[in-house]
């Protein structure tokens, strides 16, 4: 069973015959409906004809970043992403000979595979260990201590898109991830209200006289 992401058999299946595709949808998926970041690859293969880093890399920036921003396009912001995108392609491509399976074939362990995708543009920490946890639950790429790397992202649930096997599990993380926002919002708005009330400083509240 291959990936179910996106909700398109045809995109999803980009993502099952190219790591790199599977790399740059992880890297699209900020600030966009997951799905929609991960059907990107099938687009920029649809428009240029692969997915291959070394192609990616080489396209006249110009020209990439209209191809990017040509309805539908492959981000709400098709022009910064499309930028990255090469980017993330000139580094998998001077680094890894092209082949993006590498980053994680050859990883030492769980540390040095978490590392190694952190230094990628467009991947800090949470979205690093969102996408291992993803290699290790879909592809059974689990280097020894991976566990320990992505923490919660390990778990049985559905917390994010490496828990996302097909329609009903992608509706479930969507509900993860709006309940999870919700509270952090709650939690920012108690806290301000904390730090803006009378006395808050450590002083003594004013009282009337």
Known sequence: MGFQITGDPAADKVLDDSAFA???????????PMEHAFRGPAKVLDRLGTVEPEAIAAADPEEFAAM???PPAIHRFPGSMAARLQELARIVEDTYGGDASRLWTEAADGKDLLKRVMALPGFGKQKAQIFVALLAKQLGVRPE?????VGDYALEGHRSVADVVDAESLQKVRDFKKAAKAKKATTTATTTTATNAPGADGGTAPTAG
């Open 145 to 149: 201590g991976w566990e320990a790397v």
């Open 68 to 70: 990017a921003s040509t």
């Open 22 to 32: 599977l790399l740059a949808g992880m890297m699209l998926d900020q600030q966009y």
